[in-house]
C-alpha cells in the first residue's frame, strides 16, 4: 500500500507559479516512478509529468513542456511539480500517482498503482 498526499494548490493569476507536494508513505526508491495527471471539468484525465525512481528520466506532456518541472526527493519521499507561467487552461485538479513496476506507458493513468486524492489549481485570466 502506498497513501499520496498532494498539497500547494490554490488560485493563481496567469503568468503566475505555484509549486505542488505529493507525499508518499512508502520510501521513495521502492516506487517504479511518479507522475501528476490533471482532470479539468467535463474533460478527461489526462497526463502531465512522470519521473523515474533515479530522478534521471523525466517525460512531460506537450502542453506543459517548458513551463513545468517535476522533481523527487527520496530522502523525503517527496515529488513536487514545479509549474510557472501557468495559464487558464491549466485549471484542473492535479493528482500524483505511484507506480510500482513500469512498463513503458508513462502517459497512461493505467500504468499507475496508486493515486492521492488531488489539489485543486485555478488559474484565473
Known amino acids: 500500500q502506498v497513501q499520496l498526499v498532494e498539497s500547494g494548490g490554490g488560485l493563481v493569476q496567469a503568468g503566475g507559479s505555484l509549486r505542488l507536494s505529493c507525499a508518499a508513505s512508502?520510501?521513495?526508491?521502492?516506487?517504479?516512478?511518479m507522475g501528476w495527471f490533471r482532470q479539468a471539468p467535463g474533460k478527461e484525465r489526462e497526463f502531465v509529468a512522470r519521473?523515474?525512481?533515479?530522478?534521471?528520466?523525466?517525460y512531460y506532456a506537450d502542453s506543459v513542456k517548458g513551463r513545468f518541472t517535476i522533481s523527487r526527493d527520496n530522502a523525503k519521499n517527496t515529488v513536487y511539480l514545479q509549474m510557472n507561467s501557468l495559464k487558464p487552461e491549466d485549471t484542473a485538479v492535479y493528482y500524483c500517482?505511484?507506480?510500482?513496476?513500469?512498463?513503458?506507458?508513462?502517459?497512461?493513468?493505467?500504468?499507475?498503482?496508486?493515486w492521492g486524492q488531488g489539489t485543486q489549481v485555478t488559474v484565473s485570466s
Open positions: 512508502r520510501r521513495a526508491y521502492s516506487i517504479d516512478g
Open positions: 500517482a505511484a507506480d510500482l513496476n513500469y512498463s513503458g506507458s508513462y502517459y497512461d493513468d493505467q500504468e499507475y498503482d496508486y
Open positions: 519521473i523515474s525512481s533515479s530522478g534521471i528520466n523525466r
